[in-house]
Every structure is written in structure tokens, then in C-alpha cells.
């Protein structure tokens, strides 16, 4: 009998540990019996089962038992994925209605119902090309476009390239049209669903209208309409027109279909007349003398529907500074781009606005999807065609402004490695960067074989120092320099705001009001620490001034097979005569002269740079000026910044960090601390010597002129009152100075002693 008894298994290594989370449930955690009576019910194996995708039996060696933490969450888990699976069902349902349904043609039947009860056979829906693409597309064939994820020695892989996301979602995957969109951090609104905003978009505007149904009026309706029209008020007209509604969406229709064909006639390449808003490539030029004031004639003349619409919305209120002009023709440009790609003036002119102003490639792909601009690429083409022509500009400007002059600095740059290798580093790049612009004050008329002073001995040195005439000019000039500032802080001085005046005259003032003409060259790549590299730069400047000073029917005439010795010549003679002043630094003139030394040997002329005019720009020489009244003023040490007044106190007070020793540091930095010391100073004096507690107070010590007062009582004041005020704390006399004007007046009054004697002695007896 014991021997056909079944034997049962028992193991002495119970498990207490928690199925699903290996959590030991002996210590601690109160655990339940995973095939109890209380777990079947619950149908926590069930459920373990179906989320873990594991068999679960109590006949294996695995632990009985399961915690609390994961007794509560697998019902919870488990009801969340019976709703996540519902929910994709319907949303699969509802976009299966959406995106596959028929449209149907008029004069169709819109009752189902009548077509399910019809006794004809029915015909088989066509599906879509996009569940075509999806039914024939195997699984194993959508995922294996995606590219594998990349090992820790490849390449970046290329992104995967789609038709639509239906490539990669199967039907039952398609995502709910009332789903919440996922959120992210940027800064733009959030677009609507793109079959959502297409419908509307197919709603609107003559696509809405073209698929409504026309309808007959009723007789109210009619005998209504006749009525106004026998009243004969337009006004009334207009108003029972509006309100029949078929009648309005019939009016509505015609008023779209004429703003449609008048936008459809500024579309035209060649045939008509083509739009302002239409430049080709070879036209890019006019683009210079483009004005906004264009584009709103041409709305005027061709498309006013479009301009009325525009105006409305944009334009509730005419303001007189004109700043609602660019938004509206901003607008007109924007619409027709979206309509006719070719009509992209105005995103041409805000891409060069974009690229002078340093935008990154990232800005022009953004704003070139919402139509505001063009790519990078089409930037620089459009750049190019700006300045292809660049020798011919030039020419022309010779013609009407004179003699040029080039100005050249050195262009430096790092271009920084991502990862360093020993071919492959940081490179510190110095190139030149270089301009051309014309004198406004022409020096032809001068001599350069000699100086004004030919024998220096007979000039003498009084000449260095300014004579009466120029030093009552220079107090004038500091008496306008001066009242600009006194104006502008207090207002008892604001009777004469209009005696002040803004450019002080002087013999060039005519010529220095024209604006001043710069051409920007190209930057070469050429090193001014390389004195080879300095001779390949004159080389090019020498052939660049050939260019521009060659006659234009040699120009197109050049043969490139010519014998390098008569093109030497030929270069000769079209520069004879001729010296291009190129303008550098202290640092760059001293380089191009030790070139030129180098070239001292050469045969010809213009081997040795003898056509170019080396000299020092003066772009320095504010900088320079304040580096020096910056060295006796500004001292950063403690007892300077204890000390109020000082420009260090003032830098320490305003916590102004970008202020510092060397001007040439923070050139801006140091010139706005030394222009408001100044000020403030000037403002402090002004209040002390007119008798001023505050700055809106009223001076007692002097009289300014009201608004009743002539021109003459307020030059007077200008010339009198501020000038006394300029002689005493602007034009202050060092001491060196007031010892030598005594000394003089002094002499002077020996002097006239002397000869008042002479004269009053005659033949011995005084007269």
C-alpha cells in the first residue's frame, strides 16, 4: 500500500520573499498568500500574469507569497491598462472616421439610413493612400527604417526620413484627436493639430463658400429687397441686403472672388506686370533703393480690396508718425509669399537685416517657417549679388566723389575644436579687414613736391600758439558745449534751448555735411605679423586700385596669356599719377613702411609700392586723449576711493565693474564715467555761482531771459553770462600760465610808461 502512494515534495527552503518585488516578508512587511483564497478573488495571479507576461503556478519552487506595496498597485495597474487600451480603441475608431471617410458630390443623399435600406449591392469603400501604404507595410518592415542606435566608436547615424507619422504607427497606435498635446518648454504657442487647423483653413474664405449650396428667397424676402429698392436709399439698400443671408453670402462671394483676381494678377512672372514684390536674382541691386511707400501704391492701384481689408484691421486710427505703414505692407508681403513664393521682396530685405545684425542660422529656420524671412543660404546669395558688382560701384562713385583712400585693421578670430587632436587644434586666425571711403574735403589743390614752410628756421614759434581771434573762437565754441549740457538738467535755462546750436560753423561745415560714402572690401586672409603676408596685401591693393582706375574698354580687354612684363606696364600707366592713401594704425603704418623698405631694390614702381600712400588714422585719438587725462585722474587705490569726487569713489559708489585702469580695456565704459563726472560737475559749479538750491529752482545771482526776451538779450547771455561762467570753471588758468600773462601785462605796462615819457618830452621840455 506505501509503495502506490504518491510521494509528496517538500522542500525545507521556504521563500517568504515577495513574488514580484523579492522584498523579504519575514521581517516586516505583512504578506499575503499569492494562491489564497483572497488573492484568487482579487485576481492578483491573473493580473501578474497578464502585466509581466510570466506564468505564474503554485506547483513551481518560486515564492507563495506577495507583499502589501504590490498587493495595492497590481489592481491599480491593472485597471489603468484595461483604460489605456479602451482608450486607444476609440481613438483608433474616431481617426479611422476622420481621415477615411468619403467625401461626397452634391445632389448625393446625406441619410445613411437610406443608403443602408437601398436593395442595390454596395460598393466596397476605397481606402486611403495612407492605409494602403500602412495594410501593405509589414511591421518588421516600418521599424527597420529607424536607425539603429549608435555604438560608442560610430558615427552619428541619419535621422530617419518619413512621409507621414502613419509610417511608423500601425492602425491601432493612431494617436486620439482630442488627446492633450505632449508639453515642452518653448516659448511659442502651441500649433493646432494639423487636420484640425486645415479644416478650418477649408472652411474659410472662397473654399468655404464654393461648397454652399444655393437656395431660393422666399417672398418676404423678395417683396423686402424691392421695397428698399423703391425707397432708394443705398444706405438701407445695403443694410436688407446684409440681412437676408443667402443674398449676404452671395455678396460675400463676389467681394473674395475680386480680391482673389487681383492678388492672381500681381502672381505673373513675364506676362502683364509683374509685382513690386518680385525680384529676381539679377534685379537684387534695386533692392537698394527700396521704400515702403512702393508697396503701398501698388496695393492702391492693383489690389485696393486687399488695401481696404488691411487697413481695417491694422489701421483703426491714421497716427502721423507713419509707424503703421511697414506693419501693413510687412503684412501684404507676408500673404503673398504664402500665395507666390516668387513675390519674397520683403523677406529678402528682413533676411539682410537679419544677417547684418548677426542672427544665427537657428533664427532663420524659425522664422523662415512662419514666412518672415529666407534661409541662411539664400542670405548669401543675395549678399553676393549685392556686392558682385562691387568694381563697377566703385568706378561710378570715382566719378562723382573724387579720390578714394582705404583704411585697413587687422580681423582676428579663434576657431575653436570640439575635440582636440593633434592635426586638429584651436587655430587664432589674423586676416585684414579693410574699407574704402572719399575725402569730403579735397586736398588737390595742394603741393606734395614741398611744405607750406619751406626753410623751417623762418618759422617762428609764437606760430605753434593760438593768437586772439582763435582763442576767442575756442571760448565761444566751449560756451555751446557748455549750454547743451546746462540745458538739458535745468529748467529755468529752457527760454534759450533754441539759441543753442547744434553743429558750430566753421570753413568746412559745408563739405562735413555731406554723409560720408564707405565701401566695405572683402576681409583677406592675410597676417599682419608676416611681413610676406603685409606684401601680398599691398599686391592686392596695388591690383584692386588697377581695377578700379582702369578705363572700362581695357577692363573687358584684358588678355590673361599676357607677358607678365607688359602687364607690369600697363598697371604703370594706369596708375600714374595716382597715390591711394592707406590709412592703419601706429602699428599697422610702420608695417607697411617696413614692407615697402623691403621692396627698396625692385625695378618698377609698382614693385616697390610706390603708388601707395602709407599714413595714421585717427580713430584712436579719443581713446588716446582720454588715456591720458585718465592717468592724473583715475587712481584705484583706498585712500582715491575714500576720497569723495574722485572718479574712483564715483566708480566704487555705482558699483560700475566695468570701469577700469587702462581705458583701452573698456573704452566705452571709461568715457561714459568721465561724460557724467563732467556733467555733474558742471551742474554742481552752475548751481554754486548762480545762486541755485535745486535743480528746477529759480538762480538769484543772475538774470536768464524769458521767453519775452529778443534774440539779442539771448545771445548776450549766451556770450556774456555763460561765458563768464566758462572763463571761471571750464577755461581755468594753471599756474604756470597766470605767471606768464602777469609777466606779460607787466612788460606792457612798462612799456607804455616809456612812451608816454617820449612823447611828453620834446626838445628838452615836457609838453
Given at each position: 500500500m506505501a509503495e502506490i502512494t504518491p510521494r509528496k515534495k517538500?522542500?525545507?527552503?521556504?521563500?517568504?520573499?515577495?513574488?514580484?518585488?523579492?522584498?523579504?516578508?519575514?521581517?516586516?512587511?505583512?504578506?499575503?498568500?499569492?494562491?489564497?483564497?483572497?488573492?484568487?478573488?482579487?485576481?492578483?495571479?491573473?493580473?501578474?500574469?497578464?502585466?509581466?507576461?510570466?506564468?505564474?503556478?503554485?506547483?513551481?519552487?518560486?515564492?507563495h507569497y506577495i507583499c502589501r506595496t504590490c498587493a495595492r498597485n497590481i489592481p491599480i495597474l491593472n485597471k489603468k491598462v484595461t483604460e489605456f487600451k479602451k482608450k486607444c480603441a476609440e481613438t483608433a475608431k474616431a481617426q479611422r472616421e476622420q481621415f477615411c471617410s468619403i467625401r461626397e458630390k452634391r445632389g448625393r443623399k446625406d441619410d445613411l439610413a437610406e443608403t443602408e435600406k437601398s436593395p442595390l449591392p454596395q460598393q466596397a469603400r476605397k481606402r486611403t493612400f495612407v492605409e494602403k501604404r500602412v495594410a501593405h507595410t509589414s511591421l518588421e518592415e516600418r521599424f527597420s527604417r529607424i536607425a539603429p542606435k549608435p555604438g560608442p566608436l560610430s558615427l552619428p547615424a541619419p535621422l530617419p526620413t518619413f512621409t507621414t507619422i502613419y509610417d511608423l504607427l500601425g492602425e491601432d497606435q493612431v494617436p486620439h484627436a482630442n488627446a492633450q498635446p505632449k508639453q515642452h518648454h518653448s516659448t511659442l504657442p502651441q500649433q493646432l493639430p494639423l487636420a484640425e487647423g486645415l479644416a478650418i483653413i477649408s472652411e474659410s474664405g472662397l473654399l468655404g463658400i464654393k461648397d454652399k449650396g444655393t437656395v431660393t428667397l422666399s417672398s418676404s424676402q423678395k417683396q423686402k429687397l424691392l421695397d428698399e429698392i423703391i425707397k432708394g436709399s443705398p444706405t438701407y439698400l445695403a443694410k436688407a441686403v446684409v440681412a437676408v443671408a443667402p443674398v449676404k453670402n452671395c455678396v460675400f462671394e463676389l467681394f473674395l472672388k475680386s480680391i482673389n483676381e487681383q492678388c492672381q494678377k500681381l502672381c505673373v512672372r513675364s506676362k502683364g506686370n509683374p509685382s513690386v514684390l518680385r525680384v529676381t536674382r539679377k534685379d537684387h541691386k534695386s533692392i537698394n533703393t527700396f521704400q515702403w511707400i512702393d508697396i503701398l501704391k501698388e496695393m492702391k492701384e492693383r489690389a485696393p480690396n486687399v488695401l481696404d481689408v488691411l487697413a481695417t484691421i491694422a489701421v483703426p486710427k491714421v497716427k502721423e508718425n507713419g509707424s503703421q505703414l511697414p506693419p501693413l505692407c510687412m503684412a501684404m508681403g507676408i500673404l503673398m509669399n504664402t500665395r507666390f513664393k516668387e513675390l519674397s521682396l520683403v523677406q529678402k530685405l528682413t533676411?539682410?537685416?537679419?544677417?547684418?545684425?548677426?542672427?544665427?542660422?537657428?533664427?532663420?529656420?524659425?522664422?523662415?517657417?512662419?514666412?518672415?524671412?529666407?534661409?541662411?543660404?539664400?542670405?548669401?546669395?543675395?549678399?553676393?549679388?549685392l556686392g558682385g558688382n562691387l568694381k563697377q560701384d566703385i568706378r561710378d562713385l570715382l566719378k562723382t566723389e573724387g579720390r578714394p583712400r582705404i583704411v585697413f585693421d587687422n580681423f582676428d578670430f579663434k576657431i575653436l575644436a570640439?575635440?582636440?587632436?593633434?592635426?586638429?587644434?584651436?587655430?587664432?586666425?589674423?586676416?585684414?579687414?579693410?574699407?574704402?571711403?572719399?575725402?569730403?574735403?579735397?586736398?588737390?589743390?595742394?603741393?606734395?613736391?614741398?611744405?607750406?614752410?619751406?626753410?623751417?628756421?623762418?618759422?617762428e614759434n609764437k606760430e605753434y600758439l593760438l593768437d586772439d581771434e582763435e582763442l576767442n573762437k575756442m571760448r565761444a565754441d566751449f560756451s555751446i558745449l557748455v549750454l547743451r549740457v546746462l540745458v538739458q538738467f535745468f529748467p529755468c535755462l529752457k527760454d534759450v534751448k533754441d539759441e543753442v546750436i547744434q553743429h558750430i560753423p566753421h570753413r568746412f561745415a559745408e563739405e562735413m555735411s555731406k554723409k560720408s560714402v564707405v565701401v566695405g572690401l572683402p576681409i583677406v586672409p592675410y597676417n599682419q605679423n608676416k611681413q610676406s603676408d603685409v606684401c601680398k596685401y599691398l599686391e592686392y591693393v596695388q591690383d584692386f586700385c588697377t581695377d578700379i582706375f582702369k578705363p572700362e574698354e581695357e577692363s573687358h580687354s584684358e588678355s590673361h596669356q599676357e607677358d607678365p612684363l607688359v602687364k607690369l606696364h600697363n598697371k604703370e600707366r594706369t596708375l600714374k599719377g595716382i597715390s591711394v592713401p592707406l590709412g592703419g594704425d601706429l602699428l599697422g603704418r610702420e608695417r607697411v613702411s617696413g614692407a615697402k623698405r623691403a621692396r627698396l631694390g625692385c625695378d618698377h614702381r609698382i614693385e616697390r609700392f610706390e603708388y601707395i600712400v602709407e599714413n595714421v588714422a585717427q580713430w584712436h585719438t579719443k581713446q588716446s586723449f582720454l588715456g591720458y587725462v585718465w592717468e592724473q585722474l583715475f587712481r584705484a587705490d583706498a585712500v582715491s576711493g575714500r576720497e569723495q569726487g574722485t572718479l574712483y569713489n564715483l566708480r566704487q559708489q555705482f558699483r560700475l565693474t566695468n570701469v577700469y585702469t587702462k581705458v583701452k580695456k573698456n573704452y566705452k565704459s571709461a568715457e561714459h564715467l568721465m561724460l557724467s563726472a563732467t556733467k555733474a560737475y558742471l551742474c554742481e559749479a552752475f548751481m554754486t555761482w548762480a545762486g541755485l538750491d535745486k535743480l528746477d529752482g529759480t538762480p538769484t545771482k543772475i538774470s536768464v531771459p524769458s521767453s519775452d526776451s529778443s534774440d539779442e538779450e539771448k545771445k548776450s547771455f549766451l556770450t556774456a553770462t555763460i561765458g563768464e561762467f566758462v572763463d571761471l570753471y571750464v577755461l581755468t588758468e594753471f599756474d604756470v600760465e597766470k605767471r606768464q600773462r602777469e609777466e606779460v601785462e607787466k612788460r606792457k605796462k612798462e612799456l607804455g610808461k616809456e612812451t608816454t615819457s617820449l612823447r611828453q618830452l620834446k626838445n628838452g621840455k615836457y609838453i
Amino acid at each position: 500500500m506505501a509503495e502506490i502512494t504518491p510521494r509528496k515534495k517538500v522542500t525545507k527552503n521556504i521563500i517568504y520573499a515577495c513574488r514580484c518585488c523579492n522584498v523579504d516578508t519575514n521581517t516586516h512587511e505583512i504578506r499575503f498568500n499569492l494562491f489564497g483564497q483572497k488573492s484568487l478573488n482579487e485576481g492578483l495571479v491573473d493580473a501578474i500574469k497578464q502585466l509581466s507576461g510570466i506564468a505564474v503556478s503554485g506547483d513551481d519552487e518560486l515564492s507563495h507569497y506577495i507583499c502589501r506595496t504590490c498587493a495595492r498597485n497590481i489592481p491599480i495597474l491593472n485597471k489603468k491598462v484595461t483604460e489605456f487600451k479602451k482608450k486607444c480603441a476609440e481613438t483608433a475608431k474616431a481617426q479611422r472616421e476622420q481621415f477615411c471617410s468619403i467625401r461626397e458630390k452634391r445632389g448625393r443623399k446625406d441619410d445613411l439610413a437610406e443608403t443602408e435600406k437601398s436593395p442595390l449591392p454596395q460598393q466596397a469603400r476605397k481606402r486611403t493612400f495612407v492605409e494602403k501604404r500602412v495594410a501593405h507595410t509589414s511591421l518588421e518592415e516600418r521599424f527597420s527604417r529607424i536607425a539603429p542606435k549608435p555604438g560608442p566608436l560610430s558615427l552619428p547615424a541619419p535621422l530617419p526620413t518619413f512621409t507621414t507619422i502613419y509610417d511608423l504607427l500601425g492602425e491601432d497606435q493612431v494617436p486620439h484627436a482630442n488627446a492633450q498635446p505632449k508639453q515642452h518648454h518653448s516659448t511659442l504657442p502651441q500649433q493646432l493639430p494639423l487636420a484640425e487647423g486645415l479644416a478650418i483653413i477649408s472652411e474659410s474664405g472662397l473654399l468655404g463658400i464654393k461648397d454652399k449650396g444655393t437656395v431660393t428667397l422666399s417672398s418676404s424676402q423678395k417683396q423686402k429687397l424691392l421695397d428698399e429698392i423703391i425707397k432708394g436709399s443705398p444706405t438701407y439698400l445695403a443694410k436688407a441686403v446684409v440681412a437676408v443671408a443667402p443674398v449676404k453670402n452671395c455678396v460675400f462671394e463676389l467681394f473674395l472672388k475680386s480680391i482673389n483676381e487681383q492678388c492672381q494678377k500681381l502672381c505673373v512672372r513675364s506676362k502683364g506686370n509683374p509685382s513690386v514684390l518680385r525680384v529676381t536674382r539679377k534685379d537684387h541691386k534695386s533692392i537698394n533703393t527700396f521704400q515702403w511707400i512702393d508697396i503701398l501704391k501698388e496695393m492702391k492701384e492693383r489690389a485696393p480690396n486687399v488695401l481696404d481689408v488691411l487697413a481695417t484691421i491694422a489701421v483703426p486710427k491714421v497716427k502721423e508718425n507713419g509707424s503703421q505703414l511697414p506693419p501693413l505692407c510687412m503684412a501684404m508681403g507676408i500673404l503673398m509669399n504664402t500665395r507666390f513664393k516668387e513675390l519674397s521682396l520683403v523677406q529678402k530685405l528682413t533676411s539682410v537685416t537679419l544677417g547684418v545684425g548677426g542672427a544665427t542660422e537657428k533664427t532663420f529656420q524659425r522664422l523662415k517657417k512662419l514666412g518672415i524671412c529666407q534661409t541662411r543660404p539664400s542670405y548669401r546669395n543675395l549678399i553676393d549679388d549685392l556686392g558682385g558688382n562691387l568694381k563697377q560701384d566703385i568706378r561710378d562713385l570715382l566719378k562723382t566723389e573724387g579720390r578714394p583712400r582705404i583704411v585697413f585693421d587687422n580681423f582676428d578670430f579663434k576657431i575653436l575644436a570640439n575635440i582636440i587632436l593633434p592635426n586638429h587644434r584651436n587655430s587664432d586666425m589674423h586676416w585684414i579687414a579693410h574699407f574704402l571711403t572719399f575725402d569730403r574735403i579735397p586736398s588737390d589743390h595742394l603741393d606734395d613736391t614741398k611744405p607750406l614752410v619751406s626753410d623751417m628756421k623762418l618759422f617762428e614759434n609764437k606760430e605753434y600758439l593760438l593768437d586772439d581771434e582763435e582763442l576767442n573762437k575756442m571760448r565761444a565754441d566751449f560756451s555751446i558745449l557748455v549750454l547743451r549740457v546746462l540745458v538739458q538738467f535745468f529748467p529755468c535755462l529752457k527760454d534759450v534751448k533754441d539759441e543753442v546750436i547744434q553743429h558750430i560753423p566753421h570753413r568746412f561745415a559745408e563739405e562735413m555735411s555731406k554723409k560720408s560714402v564707405v565701401v566695405g572690401l572683402p576681409i583677406v586672409p592675410y597676417n599682419q605679423n608676416k611681413q610676406s603676408d603685409v606684401c601680398k596685401y599691398l599686391e592686392y591693393v596695388q591690383d584692386f586700385c588697377t581695377d578700379i582706375f582702369k578705363p572700362e574698354e581695357e577692363s573687358h580687354s584684358e588678355s590673361h596669356q599676357e607677358d607678365p612684363l607688359v602687364k607690369l606696364h600697363n598697371k604703370e600707366r594706369t596708375l600714374k599719377g595716382i597715390s591711394v592713401p592707406l590709412g592703419g594704425d601706429l602699428l599697422g603704418r610702420e608695417r607697411v613702411s617696413g614692407a615697402k623698405r623691403a621692396r627698396l631694390g625692385c625695378d618698377h614702381r609698382i614693385e616697390r609700392f610706390e603708388y601707395i600712400v602709407e599714413n595714421v588714422a585717427q580713430w584712436h585719438t579719443k581713446q588716446s586723449f582720454l588715456g591720458y587725462v585718465w592717468e592724473q585722474l583715475f587712481r584705484a587705490d583706498a585712500v582715491s576711493g575714500r576720497e569723495q569726487g574722485t572718479l574712483y569713489n564715483l566708480r566704487q559708489q555705482f558699483r560700475l565693474t566695468n570701469v577700469y585702469t587702462k581705458v583701452k580695456k573698456n573704452y566705452k565704459s571709461a568715457e561714459h564715467l568721465m561724460l557724467s563726472a563732467t556733467k555733474a560737475y558742471l551742474c554742481e559749479a552752475f548751481m554754486t555761482w548762480a545762486g541755485l538750491d535745486k535743480l528746477d529752482g529759480t538762480p538769484t545771482k543772475i538774470s536768464v531771459p524769458s521767453s519775452d526776451s529778443s534774440d539779442e538779450e539771448k545771445k548776450s547771455f549766451l556770450t556774456a553770462t555763460i561765458g563768464e561762467f566758462v572763463d571761471l570753471y571750464v577755461l581755468t588758468e594753471f599756474d604756470v600760465e597766470k605767471r606768464q600773462r602777469e609777466e606779460v601785462e607787466k612788460r606792457k605796462k612798462e612799456l607804455g610808461k616809456e612812451t608816454t615819457s617820449l612823447r611828453q618830452l620834446k626838445n628838452g621840455k615836457y609838453i
